[in-house]
């Protein structure tokens, strides 16, 4: 994503915000659909009722709509032409800010609505559709933190899980989204998140145990040969295993792009 398109999408959110008048966190996204006269509704993937309404804007067999949204894993979608976002009914409630979050991303950026529905998973090219997803990802980010205000809060705390907790707790977040907002928005220097999948997920569908590898802009910039797989075996030796999940705290050494080391 180029900086035009960063620009433009915070651009939105920003008059977005400003006209609901929100000033303070947390952004409730019912509130925001509500302000945008969005409807929403939840939808059953074993319901074949929805599958036949939808089968007239993809252009497809309910069956073949139904593959394509498990295929797909797709929790949510919105639909252009009735301005409707619907949710897997399944989907468990504290993921439903950030998903409802990057619909409403597809629904403002003015290009996704010829494309979210013109085409399906299937005949759109990958590479375009990764793109339209990671603009609203951007989007839902920008949204669900209120673009700058985030930044302005987080610049006031010192890198540490106790403050990226509370600022979790204060936006109303998900771990892993707070932390993802910290490390690319905040403090201007190295910095690296790092999201494992989970032991009880199939090791065999992730080949790495690392889901989101999140380097800062600075830590880009001095240590663009680090990657997780040199990562991860140092922040093994630094867990135990306890009854929740490994946990740890602990300082390693990594040496930057010039050979120089720094603490971790
Ligand atoms: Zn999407």
Partial sequence: ?????????????????????VREPPLNMAD???????????????????????????KLGAFKVKGVLQKVGMQALWLPQEDRIVLDAALPKPKHKWVTA???????????R??????????????YHEMLEQ????????????????????LDTLPCWENIHS?????????????????????????LGIVSTPPWKNETEHKSRCRYF???????LRFSKISSD????????????????PVGTGEFIIGDDWGKHTNS
């Fill in 1 to 21: 994503m180029d900086q035009q398109t960063h620009d433009d999408i915070e651009k939105r959110v920003r008059r977005l915000i400003k006209e609901m008048g």
């Fill in 214 to 220: 999140v380097p800062s802009r600075q830590f880009k």
């Fill in 102 to 112: 990057h619909e409403i991303g597809h629904r403002l950026i003015p290009t996704h």
């Fill in 167 to 191: 600022l979790q707790t204060r936006y109303e977040t998900s771990a892993t989204s707070t932390l993802r907002r910290y490390v690319e928005h905040s403090h201007n220097r190295p910095m």
């Fill in 135 to 154: 603009e609203a990802n951007y989007c839902a980010s920008a949204l669900t933190f209120m673009g700058k205000k985030f930044t302005i809060d987080a």
């Fill in 114 to 127: 010829h494309f979210l529905f013109g085409d399906t998973a299937e005949t759109l090219d990958p590479e």
């Fill in 230 to 245: 040199e990562i991860l075996p140092l922040i093994k030796d630094c867990v135990h295993r306890a009854r929740g999940g």
């Fill in 32 to 58: 925001v659909v509500a302000h945008l006269e969005i409807d929403q509704s939840f939808y059953d993937i074993n319901d074949p009722t929805f599958f036949d309404g939808l089968r007239h804007k993809m």
